[in-house]
Nanobody, 124 residues
Framework: QVQLVESGGGLVQLGGSLRLSCTAS????????VGWFRQAPGKEREGVSC????????DYADCGKGRFTISRDYAKNLVSLQMNSLKPEDTAVYYC?????????????????WGQGTQVTVSS
């Protein structure tokens, strides 16, 4: 069965850190672009970070620059998102997605697979 599963979410205080993981089963993530997105209540889903499948190039939305780091673990078939210096405005459900031939990987369109999401809550 092909699926993506996010893990690592939780409740953290202002300035804390979390490491989210996106684990694939039923297919190999190596050649897929993987994006991390988030959606807060009442808001649209927004891109946070992405990593390309072909050459590992990474990109970050303004909300994550300087604080978030995306990386691959080829052996474990997963992509991680290390989030530091968390703020209350980072509170959202975080989703990962995988796709090939994605033209605008920080936009939530064109991805083949989506995870079910993991809740991140940052308290002040």
């Amino acid at each position: 069965q092909v699926q993506l599963v996010e893990s690592g979410g939780g409740l953290v205080q202002l300035g804390g850190s979390l490491r989210l993981s996106c684990t694939a089963s039923g297919f190999t993530l190596d050649y897929y672009t993987v994006g991390w997105f988030r959606q807060a209540p009442g808001k649209e889903r927004e891109g946070v970070s992405c990593i390309s499948g072909s050459d590992g190039i990474t990109d970050y939305a303004d909300c994550g620059k300087g604080r978030f780091t995306i990386s691959r673990d080829y052996a474990k078939n997963l992509v991680s998102l290390q989030m530091n210096s968390l703020k209350p405005e980072d509170t959202a459900v975080y989703y990962c997605a995988a796709g090939r031939g994605i033209m605008a990987p920080l936009l939530p369109y064109g991805y083949d697979y989506w995870g079910q999401g993991t809740q991140v809550t940052v308290s002040s």
